[in-house]
Antibody, heavy 123, light 105 residues
Framework: QVQLVESGGGVVQPGRSLRVSCAATGFSLRDYAMHWVRQAPGKGLEWVAVLWYDGNIKYYADSVKGRFTISRDISKNTLYLQMNSLRVEDTAVYYC????????????????WGQGTLVTVSS | IVLTQSPATLSLSPGERATLSCRASQSVSSYLGWYQQKPGQAPRLLIYDASNRATGIPARFSGSGSGTDFTLTISSLEPEDFAVYYCQQRSNWPTFGPGTKVDIK
C-alpha cells in the first residue's frame, strides 16, 4: 500500500540549512507529481513546492522561492526538500504529499500524506 | 486567492447534520477540495473538484458549490468525524482556508 515517511527534521539556527526526506513505498515517484506542504504549530496549511512526475518541472511558493529546492532520487524512491537560509517563520511540520493525478500535469489535490517532520528554526 | 471558512467552530452532537462553508476571494470554478485533519495526524482528502468524493470516503460526506461559495455537508456525524476541516483551491497556486473545527457539543 502507499506509504510516505518523512525524516530529517530538527532544530536549526536562523540562516542555516536543513534537508528533509520523504521515502515513498507502494508506488513510483516516476508516476506522480509530489508536493511539500507545511503547517506551523497550531496554524493552517501552506503549500510549499511541487515536483512534476517527470522530475524536470518544479514550482515554489513565493515564501520559499530562491531558498528551498525540491528534488528526488528515483533509485531510492525518495523525495527531498533542501532548505537554505532558514527563518524563524519556516518553523513548521513539513509533510510530503502525493498528487492525486497519475502522470500528466499535477491536479494539486493531495491524496496521500506522510506523518510529517517538525522543523524548528530558533537561535 | 484567499479562502475564508465559517464558522470557525461548530459544536454539534453525534447524529446531527454539519454544514461547513468556504468562500473564495475570486472565482475558483469547481477547483475546490476539502480535507479532514485530526490532532497529531496528517490531513485526509475528502472531496475534490467541489463535489467528488475521494477514494474510500463515506457517502455521508458531500460537497457542493462553484465559483466563490462552497459547502461541505456531513449528513449524520459519527464520533470519528469530530476534527478540523480545511478547504483548498487549485484554480491558482494552491491555498488553504483557515479551517473549521467540528467539536462535540
Amino acid at each position: 500500500q502507499v506509504q510516505l515517511v518523512e525524516s530529517g527534521g530538527g532544530v536549526v539556527q536562523p540562516g542555516r540549512s536543513l534537508r528533509v526526506s520523504c521515502a515513498a513505498t507502494g508506488f513510483s515517484l516516476r508516476d506522480y507529481a509530489m508536493h511539500w506542504v507545511r503547517q506551523a504549530p497550531g496554524k493552517g496549511l501552506e503549500w510549499v513546492a511541487v515536483l512534476w512526475y517527470d522530475g524536470n518541472i518544479k514550482y515554489y511558493a513565493d515564501s520559499v522561492k530562491g531558498r528551498f529546492t525540491i528534488s528526488r532520487d528515483i533509485s531510492k524512491n525518495t523525495l527531498y526538500l533542501q532548505m537554505n537560509s532558514l527563518r524563524v517563520e519556516d518553523t513548521a511540520v513539513y509533510y510530503c504529499a502525493r498528487d492525486q493525478d497519475y502522470g500528466d500535469q499535477p491536479e494539486y489535490y493531495f491524496d496521500y500524506w506522510g506523518q510529517g517532520t517538525l522543523v524548528t528554526v530558533s537561535s | 486567492i484567499v479562502l475564508t471558512q465559517s464558522p470557525a467552530t461548530l459544536s454539534l452532537s453525534p447524529g446531527e447534520r454539519a454544514t461547513l462553508s468556504c468562500r473564495a476571494s475570486q472565482s475558483v470554478s469547481s477547483y475546490l477540495g476539502w480535507y479532514q485533519q485530526k490532532p497529531g495526524q496528517a490531513p485526509r482528502l475528502l472531496i475534490y473538484d467541489a463535489s467528488n468524493r475521494a477514494t474510500g470516503i463515506p457517502a455521508r460526506f458531500s460537497g457542493s458549490g462553484s465559483g466563490t461559495d462552497f459547502t461541505l455537508t456531513i449528513s449524520s456525524l459519527e464520533p470519528e468525524d469530530f476534527a478540523v476541516y480545511y478547504c483548498q483551491q487549485r484554480s491558482n497556486w494552491p491555498t488553504f482556508g483557515p479551517g473549521t473545527k467540528v467539536d462535540i457539543k
